[in-house]
């Protein structure tokens, strides 16, 4: 059976791996992300010296990316504010140096499958992952479908109300004070200068709560029977608690599903990314 290539694109670092016909990863390695040409041209090269005849590629990217197969720019990245990125054929290469199917999702919607397929959705109809790291995104998947609009959902990008003891004006490029503004990696620091695992009690309670009011927002649209949060933000001790007592004071025991209880942490860990790449590659294979 033939072998998958697997790439997790970051904003600061592509992950790599080799996975065989039944999906066991057996090489991996790590580049940093600089230019498209580069750091796409190191995986290819990457690719060739593990002697890969893929079957199939997937690509679980950050984003925002087009993702419409019938549009010019399918597998491009779009309106990311990344250096060289912007505008970057992600898919293209890895066609043109292999000849076989290449799939692309967003990072989030790769570890949303993988975390449906083989983590901490199993036996779920619904499940939202979402990633507070550098950046907040979200994917949703429901009965094996992703969700998809015009384009991929943006939930990091949602208006949240304004926690009373908080005035940071929000550092999103493009909103401001929008949740991803507000508690995406770069805004802790921008707000209080060092990562949330090393600030207070008080810095934890004010994130804990803008993302209880975020996970009310998204059980009223979409009532996922569980929810998975990742992301290095997340890694904060104590904060995946916070987080589900302020997202059930939030929802006031109105919606389908207790965030005490439908709220988790990725089951997969840090392979979630991955094997995202792998259910992609799985999936532009026709399995
Ligand atoms: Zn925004």
């Not at 790599?16 to 995986?43: F, K, Y």
């Not at 907040?136 to 479908?145: L, P, R, S, W, Y």
């Not at 550092?171 to 507000?182: P, Q, S, T, V, Y």
């Given at each position: 059976?033939?072998?998958?290539?697997?790439?997790?694109?970051?904003?600061?670092?592509?992950?790599?791996?080799?996975?065989?016909?039944?999906?066991?990863?057996?090489?991996?390695?790590?580049?940093?992300?600089?230019?498209?040409?580069?750091?796409?041209?190191?995986?290819?090269?990457?690719?060739?010296?593990?002697?890969?005849?893929?079957?199939?590629?997937?690509?679980?990217?950050?984003?925002?990316?087009?993702?419409?197969?019938?549009?010019?720019?399918?597998?491009?990245?779009?309106?990311?504010?990344?250096?060289?990125?912007?505008?970057?054929?992600?898919?293209?290469?890895?066609?043109?140096?292999?000849?076989?199917?290449?799939?692309?999702?967003?990072d989030v919607n790769g570890a949303a499958l993988?975390?449906?397929?083989?983590?901490?959705?199993?036996?779920?109809?619904?499940?939202?992952?979402?990633?507070?790291?550098?950046?907040?995104?979200?994917?949703?998947?429901?009965?094996?479908?992703?969700?998809?609009?015009?384009?991929?959902?943006?939930?990091?990008?949602?208006?949240?109300?304004?926690?009373?003891?908080?005035?940071?004006?929000?550092?999103?490029?493009?909103?401001?004070?929008?949740?991803?503004?507000?508690?995406?990696?770069?805004?802790?620091?921008?707000?209080?200068?060092?990562?949330?695992?090393?600030?207070?009690?008080?810095?934890?309670?004010?994130?804990?709560?803008?993302?209880?009011?975020?996970?009310?927002?998204?059980?009223?649209?979409?009532?996922?029977?569980?929810?998975?949060?990742?992301?290095?933000?997340?890694?904060?001790?104590?904060?995946?608690?916070?987080?589900?007592?302020?997202?059930?004071?939030?929802?006031?025991?109105?919606?389908?599903?207790?965030?005490?209880?439908?709220?988790?942490?990725?089951?997969?860990?840090?392979?979630?990314?991955?094997?995202g790449a792998l259910a992609v590659a799985q999936?532009?294979?026709?399995?």
């Amino acid at each position: 059976m033939a072998e998958y290539g697997l790439i997790e694109g970051g904003g600061t670092k592509f992950v790599l791996g080799v996975a065989d016909g039944a999906g066991a990863i057996r090489a991996r390695e790590r580049l940093p992300t600089t230019t498209p040409d580069e750091t796409l041209g190191r995986a290819i090269a990457w690719f060739r010296a593990q002697g890969l005849a893929p079957g199939a590629i997937g690509i679980a990217c950050f984003g925002p990316l087009q993702l419409d197969p019938q549009a010019p720019d399918f597998g491009h990245v779009t309106h990311t504010v990344k250096p060289h990125w912007n505008g970057a054929d992600v898919i293209g290469p890895f066609r043109a140096a292999f000849g076989c199917p290449v799939g692309i999702e967003t990072d989030v919607n790769g570890a949303a499958l993988a975390e449906s397929l083989w983590g901490a959705g199993q036996g779920r109809r619904s499940l939202l992952y979402v990633t507070v790291g550098t950046g907040v995104g979200g994917g949703f998947i429901a009965d094996g479908t992703l969700l998809r609009g015009a384009s991929h959902p943006e939930m990091g990008h949602i208006r949240v109300p304004r926690h009373p003891g908080d005035r940071f004006a929000g550092d999103c490029a493009f909103h401001g004070d929008c949740l991803e503004g507000l508690v995406a990696g770069p805004a802790i620091r921008a707000r209080w200068g060092q990562p949330l695992s090393g600030l207070g009690a008080e810095e934890a309670e004010v994130v804990a709560w803008y993302l209880g009011q975020a996970i009310a927002t998204w059980q009223a649209t979409l009532q996922p029977d569980r929810i998975v949060l990742g992301g290095g933000v997340m890694e904060t001790t104590g904060l995946l608690e916070r987080v589900r007592e302020a997202a059930a004071a939030a929802g006031g025991d109105y919606f389908a599903g207790d965030p005490r209880e439908i709220v988790v942490a990725p089951g997969l860990g840090a392979d979630s990314g991955l094997r995202g790449a792998l259910a992609v590659a799985q999936r532009a294979a026709g399995r």
